[in-house]
């Protein structure tokens, strides 16, 4: 336990001395590895899943190691934090024993085990207890046997201040630039996804996933909620969260309904929260740069939701300038559910305009 608590604080202050503690771009891994990759690959399957690999998904996360496009540290994340994992892991001593398993090859003793429920059940994220186990030595050695680049996690430190950025419409053709800004500081964001483009951008969302960011569902084809009937609101939210699994093995865990609207049925039939905003920079109206920029800095503070939309240019472009100037100001970047998770929590079928201390 103890030396975990030191891995933590390791993650914790290297983050703070490099701001560029992800480390996706991984040295090249040899053709001839893919064998030991594979192995790596179906190990995952046995410890997080608890059954022998389908061909078709280890064929996948092979090759994303292979390529060099996903660490060790992003494959063990798409295996614990994925719709399978956590249906097997409802309950914080049931995550705790798959960690051990995965990413220290063990099975947990039982100090660790309740030393790290406990540390769960007090309120900190899966998120975080997971950057921790990505830094230490076992999980270290395990990626070095089998030739795999290990790769960081984000650490976020629940005293500092935090704001969530959050991208509505996409994705769209300038999102991945986004993505590889967010990655490259250290830092997340939610894109609140429409499942048109969403079919048409699958490789994004899968990339938007790899990088810790979340996806959020803004129904298939951005209608107004409250005029459907139950089933049909029930239809726009299920639609996209089958896009969104297919391209990266995890469905959607928030929702923001189109134009914010909702009514009773909605909240009813949601099945997740509903997220708002407190920040609207109307990017949308401006299609400007500065505009955009200066509604964010000129009021942000802690705990904000910051509404933007991935599909405009000049938006992108406000991105890029905001992600390290909100990190010089102090802010950690982090999903809507990693802020949620920090300030309280969020329940399903009620909307939240921002997450306060
Ligand atoms: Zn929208």
Same mark, same amino acid.
Request: aromatic share 8%; proline share 3%.
């Given at each position: 336990?103890?030396?975990?608590i030191?891995a933590?604080?390791?993650?914790m202050?290297a983050?703070?001395?490099f701001p560029?503690?992800?480390?996706?771009?991984v040295?090249?891994?040899?053709?001839?590895?893919?064998y030991n990759?594979r192995q790596?690959?179906?190990?995952?399957?046995r410890?997080?899943?608890?059954?022998?690999?389908d061909?078709?998904?280890?064929?996948d996360?092979?090759?994303?190691?292979?390529?060099?496009? =996903?660490t &060790? %540290?992003?494959?063990? /994340?798409g295996?614990i934090?994925?719709?399978?994992? !956590?249906?097997?892991?409802?309950?914080?001593?049931?995550?705790?024993?798959?960690?051990?398993?995965?990413?220290?090859g063990?099975?947990?003793?039982?100090a660790?085990?309740n030393?790290?429920?406990s540390?769960?059940?007090a309120?900190?994220?899966?998120s975080?207890?997971?950057?921790?186990?990505?830094?230490?030595?076992e999980?270290?050695?395990i990626?070095a046997?089998y030739?795999?680049?290990?790769?960081?996690?984000?650490y976020?430190?629940?005293n500092?201040?935090m704001?969530a950025?959050?991208?509505?419409?996409?994705?769209g053709?300038?999102?991945a630039?986004?993505v590889?800004?967010?990655q =490259?500081? &250290? %830092?997340?964001?939610? /894109?609140?996804?429409?499942?048109?483009n969403?079919? !048409?951008?699958?490789d994004?969302?899968a990339?938007?996933?790899r990088?810790?960011?979340?996806?959020?569902?803004h129904?298939?084809?951005?209608?107004?909620?409250?005029?459907?009937?139950?089933?049909?609101?029930q239809?726009?939210?299920?639609?996209?969260?089958?896009?969104v699994?297919?391209?990266?093995?995890?469905?959607?865990?928030?929702?923001?309904?189109?134009?914010g609207?909702?009514?009773?049925?909605?909240d009813?039939?949601?099945?997740?929260p509903?997220i708002m905003?407190s920040?609207?920079?109307?990017d949308?109206?401006?299609?400007?740069t500065q505009a955009t920029?200066?509604?964010?800095?000129?009021?942000?503070?802690?705990?904000?939701?910051?509404?933007?939309h991935d599909?405009?240019?000049?938006?992108?472009?406000?991105?890029?300038?905001?992600?390290?100037?909100?990190?010089?100001?102090?802010?950690?970047?982090?999903?809507?559910?990693?802020?949620?998770?920090?300030?309280?929590?969020?329940?399903?079928g009620?909307?939240?305009?921002s997450?306060?201390?």
């Amino acid at each position: 336990m103890r030396r975990f608590i030191k891995a933590l604080a390791a993650v914790m202050a290297a983050s703070i001395a490099f701001p560029v503690v992800f480390a996706s771009g991984v040295d090249v891994i040899a053709d001839d590895n893919s064998y030991n990759v594979r192995q790596f690959v179906e190990r995952l399957y046995r410890e997080t899943l608890g059954r022998e690999a389908d061909e078709e998904g280890a064929a996948d996360w092979t090759s994303r190691l292979v390529s060099g496009g =996903s660490t &060790g %540290a992003d494959v063990a /994340f798409g295996f614990i934090f994925s719709d399978e994992c !956590r249906a097997q892991t409802a309950d914080n001593s049931a995550f705790v024993q798959v960690l051990y398993r995965a990413m220290l090859g063990r099975e947990a003793d039982e100090a660790g085990l309740n030393s790290w429920t406990s540390f769960l059940n007090a309120g900190h994220p899966r998120s975080n207890v997971f950057a921790g186990f990505v830094n230490s030595p076992e999980f270290t050695g395990i990626c070095a046997e089998y030739g795999i680049t290990r790769g960081n996690r984000r650490y976020v430190d629940p005293n500092r201040p935090m704001v969530a950025l959050t991208f509505d419409d996409g994705p769209g053709p300038r999102t991945a630039e986004i993505v590889s800004c967010l990655q =490259s500081h &250290g %830092a997340a964001a939610t /894109f609140f996804v429409v499942g048109m483009n969403a079919e !048409r951008y699958t490789d994004t969302l899968a990339r938007i996933r790899r990088a810790g960011c979340e996806i959020g569902n803004h129904t298939y084809d951005h209608t107004n909620l409250t005029r459907l009937s139950a089933a049909d609101i029930q239809g726009e939210i299920s639609t996209v969260n089958d896009i969104v699994r297919a391209a990266t093995g995890m469905g959607t865990t928030v929702l923001r309904p189109p134009g914010g609207n909702h009514n009773e049925t909605v909240d009813a039939v949601a099945g997740m929260p509903l997220i708002m905003w407190s920040i609207d920079t109307r990017d949308w109206a401006t299609r400007s740069t500065q505009a955009t920029i200066n509604s964010v800095l000129g009021s942000v503070r802690d705990g904000d939701i910051i509404l933007m939309h991935d599909i405009y240019s000049p938006t992108v472009d406000a991105a890029l300038y905001l992600i390290p100037e909100l990190q010089n100001r102090g802010y950690q970047l982090v999903t809507v559910s990693e802020l949620a998770e920090y300030r309280g929590g969020a329940q399903s079928g009620c909307a939240y305009r921002s997450f306060r201390r």
